[in-house]
């Protein structure tokens, strides 16, 4: 059986958003722009798309979210979010690849790179055929390795979507070219991505974090911790 509803969200990246896709149509459609405050974010617009399609929002069977890669906090925001919404809901919950739905997009006839710039010379990446679909997993890449891409696909350079198209797409590197689509992720997109695949089929894209490199936050060293006064008289 295919989904009537799906509940839609993501806060992997630079932007907070939400969408309710119902009968083959986006219902609501919500999208902050912000580099942080996710978690403070997200639950007033599900709320919001609640109080507006309170009719809908009783029929979702089936919620999606991103699950990376992106910031630490931000993937875990997105997936603990529809995780608790999922039991509250008794529906499944399914997670796909943020960069995925960042090739979805697009509408250029060219293979995809998509590029997302996550700092010390290092890009999460994923390449996708000229209609979306990937030709492998999401990859952390530097920029000489980005660049290595050139010509390994023949033909109209590659189109490169993301934060990560600046510095690749630059005028020595005709093999590449700045793609218009939006550089974040789109819940109205996730949310119609989902609907194409029948519910027992859900099950199988685990809502899980994809992480391609550790957290930035490291643990403190031990030697350098204030000792309070009972452990000085230890």
Not at 67 to 86: D, E, K, N
Not at 100 to 109: I, K, P, V
């Amino acid at each position: 059986m295919m989904p009537k509803t799906i509940l839609a969200c993501d806060t992997t990246q630079g932007a907070c958003s939400a969408a309710l896709w119902h009968a083959g149509e986006v219902i609501e459609d919500r999208l902050v722009d912000m580099q942080r405050g996710h978690a403070e974010a997200l639950l007033p617009l599900l709320a919001d798309i609640k109080t507006t399609a309170p009719d809908i929002w009783a029929q979702v069977d089936a919620l999606a979210v991103t699950i990376g890669p992106g910031t630490f906090t931000g993937v875990r925001v997105g997936i603990s979010a529809m995780r608790g919404l999922a039991l509250a809901m008794a529906v499944p919950v399914a997670g796909f690849s943020t960069l995925h739905m960042m090739a979805l997009g697009s509408s250029t006839q060219a293979h995809r790179l998509v590029a997302v710039d996550a700092r010390r010379d290092t890009y999460y990446t994923q390449i996708c055929t000229a209609d979306g679909t990937p030709c492998e997993a999401p990859t952390a890449r530097s920029l000489a390795a980005c660049w290595d891409l050139a010509g390994v696909y023949p033909g109209a350079p590659m189109a490169v979507i993301g934060t990560g198209a600046a510095a690749i797409c630059t005028p020595t590197q005709s093999e590449f070219r700045a793609d218009p689509a939006p550089a974040w992720p789109q819940a109205s997109i996730l949310a119609a991505h989902a609907a194409s695949y029948a519910l027992g089929d859900l099950a199988r894209f685990r809502a899980t974090p994809l992480y391609l490199r550790p957290p930035d936050a490291t643990l403190p060293d031990p030697a350098k911790r204030l000792l309070f006064d009972d452990e000085h008289n230890t």
